[in-house]
C-alpha cells in the first residue's frame, strides 16, 4: 500500500518518542494557542477545564484568557466530532470535520436513540429546530422540551439528540470560558461562524494531519481516533506520499515522510496530561504510552479518564487537583526514581500556580498501590 522500509521496525519507545514530538510533550513550544489548536486536529472536551490544562502542558506560557478570548471571537467551539464526542475545534475545522464525521454521529445515534423516534419526519424536525437555536441558543433539556410540545409521541431527550445529530450545534459562551462557564447551550455552526459547512470536505487531508499529530500509526489505529470506518482506501490512494513500518509486533503503520521521528533515548521530562487527553484515546494499540495493566486502572468504568502522569514518556499515574485545600494530588502505580519524583513534583508545582494562582502549592502523593 505504501513504500516499506525495509526490515523497518518501531520500537514502542521509538513510536513514544514521535507520539511526544508531535503532541509537543518532550518540550513545550513557543506559538499561537490556534496553531497549535489546529496541529492537534482538536482537543477533546467534554468538560470545560481540561482544554485549559491540555495547552498549558504543551505551550510556553500560556495563559487562560488566551483560549477564552478565541472562545469569544468565535475563532474555535466545542462541538461534536470524533467519536461523536465534544472536541475544542477552530473555526475552520468545524466548518470542514463536521461534515465528514457525520457518519459517525448517524451511527451512535442510531445505537441509543434512533429506535425511540420511529417514523419521525427529519426534515421537519430539522427545519423546526434549526428555527429554535438559531432564534435563540437552546440547552438540550430546553430544546427537548419544546422539541417534545411539536411532536409528544416522542421522547424529549431522543428529539434533542437527533437534531445534535442532524444538525452541527456548536456550545456557545459563556460555556468553555475559564472560571465562567456555564450550561451548554447550542446553536447551529453556520449561525454563530458566518459560514456554510464545507461542501467537499477532504478525507485524504484529514488522513495527513492524523498522521502528523499522531503517527506513525496504523489503519485501525486512525479507524479508532476518529470513529470512521473503512479507511483502507484513503491510505491506499495517498500510498505515493506514505512511508510504512512496522512495530515490533508486526502491524504496519504508516507515516508522512517528513514527520518527526526522535531517537528512543531522547529525554522525556514529567508531564501531567488534561481529563480526557487525546493522546491516550487516538490508537487502536495505546501501548506506545499507556500499558494495558495501567488502562485498566486509568479508564473508569463511568467513561472518565482522569489526568494522567507521563514519566519518561509513560504513563504511570493519574492527579487531581482538589478544593478547597488547594491542593494537588498525584497517585502513582509505580516507584519512580528521586530525579524524577523531584522533576514530576516541580511540574506539578506550576500547575497548580497555573490553575489557582498560588505560590504556596501543596503537592501530595499517594503511596504506591500495586
Known amino acids: 500500500m505504501a513504500k516499506r522500509l525495509q526490515h523497518q521496525i518501531l520500537s514502542q519507545r521509538a513510536l513514544n518518542r514521535a507520539l511526544l514530538a508531535r503532541q509537543h510533550l518532550l518540550e513545550r513550544v513557543h506559538g499561537s494557542v490556534l496553531g497549535l489548536i489546529d496541529q492537534l486536529v482538536g482537543m477533546q472536551a467534554q468538560s470545560p477545564n481540561p482544554p485549559y490544562f491540555g495547552l498549558w502542558s504543551r505551550l510556553h506560557g500560556f495563559e487562560q484568557q488566551q483560549l477564552s478570548t478565541l472562545f469569544e471571537q468565535r475563532q474555535v467551539v466545542r462541538i461534536a466530532l470524533l467519536r461523536s464526542t465534544i472536541h475544542l475545534v477552530s473555526a475552520s475545522d468545524c466548518l470542514n470535520l463536521r461534515p465528514l464525521l457525520q457518519p459517525v454521529l448517524e451511527r451512535g445515534f442510531q445505537s441509543n436513540f434512533g429506535k425511540q423516534l420511529p417514523g419521525i419526519d427529519q426534515e421537519a424536525l430539522m427545519e423546526y429546530g434549526r428555527r429554535l437555536v438559531e432564534a435563540q441558543p437552546q440547552t438540550f433539556q430546553a430544546l ?4 417534545h410540545e411539536r411532536w409528544p409521541d416522542y421522547p424529549a431527550a431522543a428529539l434533542a439528540q437527533a437534531l445534535r445529530t442532524w444538525l452541527a450545534l456548536v456550545q456557545v459562551p459563556p460555556r468553555g470560558l475559564w472560571a465562567t462557564s456555564g450550561p451548554a447551550a447550542h446553536t447551529t455552526a453556520e ?30 489505529d486512525m479507524q479508532a481516533w476518529s470513529g470512521l ?33 526522535p531517537d528512543p533515548a531522547t ?3 514529567p508531564r501531567l496530561l488534561a481529563e480526557f487527553d487525546n493522546i491516550l484515546l487516538s490508537h487502536a494499540n495505546r501501548t506506545r504510552i499507556l500499558s494495558e495493566a495501567y488502562r485498566q486502572r486509568l479508564f473508569t ?34 516507584p519512580i526514581a528521586k530525579a524524577e519524583r523531584q522533576a514530576l ?26
Open 301 to 334: 468504568s463511568n467513561g472518565l479518564i482522569p489526568g494522567a502522569i507521563l514519566v519518561d514518556g509513560f504513563v504511570v499515574g493519574m492527579w487531581k487537583l482538589k478544593q478547597p485545600e488547594a491542593s494537588l494530588h498525584l497517585q502513582l502505580f509505580e
Open 191 to 220: 449561525q454563530w461562524l458566518g459560514q456554510p459547512l464545507a461542501s467537499e470536505p477532504d478525507l485524504a487531508q484529514l488522513v495527513r494531519r492524523y498522521l502528523a499529530a499522531f503517527g506513525p500509526a496504523s489503519i485501525n
Open 267 to 269: 529525554p522525556a521530562p
Open 144 to 147: 427537548g422540551g419544546l422539541l
Open 229 to 261: 470506518t473503512r479507511l483502507g482506501v484513503v491510505f491506499k490512494q495517498l500510498q505515493a506520499e506514505l512511508i510504512c513500518f512496522c512495530d515490533e509486533q508486526g502491524r504496519e503503520l504508516y507515516d508522512l515522510a517528513a514527520a518527526p521521528r
Open 345 to 370: 513534583e516541580h511540574e506539578a508545582a506550576s500547575l497548580l500556580h497555573f490553575a489557582i494562582n498560588t505560590n504556596d502549592p501543596i503537592i501530595r502523593f499517594e503511596e504506591h498501590k500495586a
